[in-house]
């Protein structure tokens, strides 16, 4: 069997670069490049808390600078963001 002969799985939803938008922490601007299935979980998971998304990325950005070697600020999100749908 020849590689043009093996089938790719298909996804069900195409895969999207990552979306940069502003976001203010502690008064800071700062830029976040997520993809876009992470922007919709997080503002899923900030109007669950009813919070605004920057108070939700502040909360986040707390508990990554609690880390002994934290990650970057995007990375933290994206981990977080696994953490919460694991344990739900």
Same mark, same amino acid.
């Given at each position: 069997m020849g590689p043009a002969t093996l089938a790719r799985p298909r996804l069900s939803a195409p895969l999207?670069?990552?979306?940069?938008?502003?976001?203010?922490?502690?008064g800071h601007p700062?830029?976040?490049?997520?993809?876009?299935?992470?922007? $919709?979980?997080?503002?899923a998971e900030a109007a669950r808390q009813a919070l605004p998304v920057n108070a939700?990325?502040?909360?986040? $950005?707390v508990e990554r600078m609690e880390a002994d070697d934290p990650p970057n600020l995007t990375s933290a999100i994206r981990q977080w963001l696994w953490k919460k749908r694991a344990a739900d």
């Open positions: 999207h670069p990552p979306v940069k938008r502003s976001v203010t922490i502690a700062t830029s976040i490049s997520l993809e876009p299935m992470f922007w $919709d979980a997080l503002a939700l990325v502040a909360r986040i $950005d």
